[in-house]
């Protein structure tokens, strides 16, 4: 069929062009649902001549298993030359007992680290069809749409000191340091801003500047920069304690919200779950602009492996293909198409299909689908 003519990426190859991707699907459902993806590359390539050389490496476990690391450097080579990395997900139980240095999700995080993606976007978008899968009454989260950046080389995960030790009174002591310098907060800001002006121009910045000296440097530079560059932005600023509230009671107040490492990580999680499943959560994580204006950047759905239905065909392929369109309208500007693809799964939904992990609350006129049959009725519409 043509479906299956078009799968493979040799055949993507006749349309090469300048833009360069690699693609790295990963372990467990990784490559089943980038399977899906593929399918929507080489429609895109047919009927809207958009092109990609595409690439493909091992990242995680395969990567371990042919390699004996989880990202070989050549394939780290390959993604610094890229202009975007389709990542798919790593680790699985085969690999848990790997040495610390070589599990999978190091692969991801030498990605991270040698492209310097330091701000990480997660939108947060409820379906209309999905409004029931959240588990928040409908009429907070029906129509919600915004993104979480968060800063994603710094701060707590990476500051020095760090380590364990035994202090001077003989107790066992852990410590991690926070820390941020000026311009570590000003770029990931500057992200938020420029992004907001494409959306509904509203920005919230988040810390906790009550309690915290890197706190109170976040807003001071958050001002600074808007001051300087973004008044045209509306920016606010709220403590990360009462935020986390606040997703939870109004979400929909907010459009763009820049938070640091930590909070980002724990207020972004919180606020994925308003819109019902993993397997719908896309996310990218930008680099600092080249001469050229491109970022470096990785595009990869929020899930990981789902080692307990991989190699089933149940994986849902909605967050791969999402990742999909954010690379469009980030990397390659193509926003039009982007919209394209956002609209196909939309439609998608609407019509009832549901991969297992959205079948909850009423179940009457769904269409229960596995990986490939939603891939297909993505592109079919
Ligand atoms: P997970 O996201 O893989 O799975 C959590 C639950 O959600 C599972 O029940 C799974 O079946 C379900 N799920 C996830 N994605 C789905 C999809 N697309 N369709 C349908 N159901 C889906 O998280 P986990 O179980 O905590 O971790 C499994 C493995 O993945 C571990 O090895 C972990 O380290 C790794 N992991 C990798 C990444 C990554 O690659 N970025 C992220 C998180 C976890």
């Not at 820049?258 to 499943?277: C, H, K, P, Q, R």
């Amino acid at each position: 069929s043509e479906l299956q003519a078009i799968q493979s990426t040799e055949d993507l190859t006749i349309m090469a062009s300048n833009r360069n991707l690699l693609v790295l699907p990963g372990d467990g459902i990784g490559p089943e649902v980038m399977n899906e993806v593929r399918k929507i590359i080489a429609w895109m390539g047919k009927k809207r001549a958009i092109g990609f050389d595409i690439k493909e490496d091992l990242v995680g476990g395969a990567a371990l298993d042919k390699h004996g690391v989880p990202l070989s450097d050549d394939a780290m080579k390959t993604a610094l030359e890229a202009d975007a990395v389709l990542f798919g997900s790593v680790g699985g139980p085969k690999w848990d007992t790997a040495d610390f240095s070589k599990k999978p999700e190091r692969g991801l995080l030498r990605l991270r680290k040698e492209m310097d993606l330091f701000a990480n976007l997660r939108p947060a978008k409820v379906f209309d069809a999905l409004v029931d899968a959240s588990s928040l009454k409908p009429e907070i989260v029906k129509g919600l749409d915004i993104m979480i950046i968060r800063e994603l080389t710094s701060g707590v995960y990476f500051g020095e000191p760090r380590g364990r030790h035994v202090n001077a009174a003989g107790e066992v002591e852990a410590f991690d340091t926070q820390r941020y310098t000026a311009p570590e907060i000003r770029r990931v800001c500057a992200v938020a801003f420029e992004l907001a002006r494409k959306r509904k121009n509203k920005v919230l910045s988040s810390e906790k500047a009550n309690v915290m000296h890197t706190g109170v440097l976040w807003r001071e530079e958050a001002t600074k920069l808007h001051k300087e560059k973004y008044s045209d932005v509306k920016l606010d600023h709220m403590y990360a304690d009462a935020l986390a509230m606040q997703l939870l009671r109004a979400p929909k107040e907010f459009d763009v919200i820049v938070t640091d490492n930590l909070f980002g990580d724990i207020l972004s999680d919180e606020a994925s779950m308003l819109t019902g499943s993993l397997g719908l959560l896309p996310s990218a994580s930008l680099g600092a602009p080249d001469a050229t204006g491109r970022r470096k950047a990785l595009y990869e759905p929020i899930h990981g492996s789902a080692p307990d239905i991989a190699g089933k065909g149940l994986a849902n392929p909605i967050a791969q293909t999402l990742s999909y369109a954010m690379m469009l309208r980030y990397s390659f500007d193509l926003g039009k198409d982007a919209d394209m693809v956002e609209l196909a799964v939309e439609n998608v939904l609407k019509a009832g299909y549901r991969t297992g992990d959205l079948l909850v609350g009423n179940t009457d006129g769904v269409k229960k689908v596995g990986t490939q049959e939603m891939g297909d009725a993505i592109v079919k519409e």
